[in-house]
C-alpha cells in the first residue's frame, strides 16, 4: 500500500513514497488518489508543460540567491512549458527549511535551450555567470532608494 503512494505528474506511473522525481521524466511526483473532478494546482502545472522540454537528464540551467528567487525562475519557465525542479546549491548547508541560501535550477536536457533563451530575455540569465543578477542590482537600489528616503525624511523632521 505505502509502496506506491505517489504518482508521476506526466506519465501516471505510481512510486514509492520515498521517490521525488519520476525517474523517466524527472518531474516532481505527488500524492495519488486525489480528487479527479477538481483540477489541482499540480495538475493545472503538468498540463502547461510540454512533453517536448520533459525529456533527458535534469541540468543546471541557472542558479537563483534563494528560493522566491528560483520560484519566480521556475514560474517563469513554466510559462514556456518547460518544467523545472530545484536543488539546493552544493556547498550550502542550510536546513531545508530555511528560504535562504542559493538554489540550483534545474531543467530537463531538452528544456535546456529554450530556459535559457528565455531567462536571457528576461536578462535573468547573464551571459557569465559570475556577473551580478539585475535582480540582485535591482534589490540593492530599492535598499538604497528607501535608506535615502528615510535619511531625507528624518532630516526634515529634525527641522521643524
Ligand atoms: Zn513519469
Redesign the pocket.
Known sequence: MTGEALV??????SHAADERL??????P?VPAGGGEAEVTPAQAWARKVKPSYAVGDLVRVVTARNLVEAEFIQSLLLEEGIPSTLRRTAGFDVPEMLAAGPRDVMVPLSGLQAAREMLLEVELLSTSERAESPLRLAGWLLVAVSVVGAVVWGGTELLT
Open positions: 508521476c505528474l506526466r506519465c501516471g506511473t519520476c525517474p523517466d521524466c524527472g518531474l511526483l
